[in-house]
């Protein structure tokens, strides 16, 4: 343990997601014993799709889906079918691999227009995920990290969205100027559990600087990622961990 944060090293990025796996498996078990349904906010990108896919490839029957309720950290303002399409690389790596009722499969409307949906995804959340603090409490949410620093899509350009006050914002790329939605910072923060997969050498640099250093400058999103009562873990693999000194 770091301060109040968990850290993780995996030889390989396979290693983590098959220990990530085995984590969201216990994390869903134990829920389904409380009859409440587990509410997980996952993320796009590339790096979580191992995961899914030792999630849809190994343990597709494993999990009792219909008490898990899946939505997405943030979404990129395209249609499903368009290869930046979060939803649509989680499609295919596990949900078409899965049976879990389409009710529970929360997506964001990427082709809609953003400022509706943001609105409209945050009325969408509230109708499933419990509210403590006045926010949304999710009970797991998977974090990625940029290079830059960014999480979800709150990027160094756009860190008001830290505090923002709503559930979900509108957010834009600061390089390529795509148009997302995002869960705000507070919503992030105020989860049960909230878990940061990180690999690559490329990120190495970034991720000794919030975790040995704790980002003095709060330059970097990531690093303002404190949930207030839950718990924050960090799974790594060797190459994005391989700067860290402190653990
Ligand atoms: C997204 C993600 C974003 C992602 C990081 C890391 O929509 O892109 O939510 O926050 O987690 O950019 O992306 P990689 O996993 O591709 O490195």
Redesign the pocket.
């Given at each position: 343990m770091t301060g109040n944060k968990q850290i993780m090293i995996f030889k390989t990025p396979e290693d983590l997601a098959e220990e990530l796996a085995k984590k969201f498996l216990l994390l869903v078990s134990e829920k389904d014993k409380t009859g409440t349904p587990f509410t997980t906010a996952i993320?796009?990108?590339?790096?979580?799709k191992l995961f899914f896919s030792i999630i849809g490839n190994r343990y597709p029957d494993i999990i009792k889906w219909d008490n898990v309720h899946f939505f997405w950290?943030?979404e990129?303002c395209v249609p499903p079918s368009d290869i930046e399409s979060?939803f649509g690389m989680t499609k295919e790596m596990l949900l078409s691999k899965i049976w879990i009722p389409e009710d529970n499969v929360h997506r964001i409307i990427g082709e809609a227009d953003s400022e509706k949906e943001a609105e409209r995804y945050s009325q969408e959340i509230c109708r499933t995920v419990p509210l403590r603090n006045g926010f949304p409490c999710f009970d797991l949410i998977l974090?990625?990290?940029?290079e830059d620093g960014?999480?979800?899509?709150i990027f160094p350009s756009n860190k008001y969205l830290l505090e923002s006050r709503k559930i979900c914002a509108t957010s834009v790329h600061p390089i390529t100027g795509q148009v997302r939605i995002t869960l705000t910072g507070p919503v992030i923060n105020n989860a049960r559990q909230i878990i940061f997969m990180v690999t690559g050498k490329k990120k190495s640099a970034v991720l000794q600087k919030i975790i040995d250093e704790g980002d003095p400058s709060e330059q970097f999103p990531a690093a303002r990622v404190k949930p207030l009562n839950g718990t924050l873990e960090w799974y790594l693999d060797a190459e994005a961990g391989s700067l860290l000194k402190g653990i």
């Open positions: 993320s796009g990108g590339s790096t979580p950290v943030d990129r979060n974090l990625g990290m940029g960014h999480t979800a899509s």
